[in-house]
């Protein structure tokens, strides 16, 4: 099975297979860790002050894809746009994943373009999405 990752925060493998439940082991998977440079605020982003927000997607992705291969679940990983949507659709034309897998904050803790809709994702790019709180 090939997972496409998408997060805002490190994840372990714990949390990817809390994730998945019963549907797969993601030690048996290959794994694509993609992390958006989300943007703090709306003004921040439509300022297009990114240097911050593609840092910290870059520490992410470092840190999620580390832990992932101390686990012995084989990761690799990449920074994405700032919109996910946007994240999502670039990572899929070089890795075409069978399943999706969103970590994001919820309520007041969400980054700005952080609420993603799970049933939207399934339907615009044909995969299972499953969605979990990080």
Known sequence: MKLLVLTSEPITAQQLRSALGADGDPADAEVMVVVPALADSAFKFWMSDADDAIARAEEVRRASVDQLGEAGVPATGDTGESDPYTAIEDALKTFDADRIVLFTHGGDTQRYREDLDES????????PVDHASV
Not at 120 to 127: C, D, K, S
């Open 120 to 127: 939207e994702i399934a339907e615009r790019f044909g995969r």
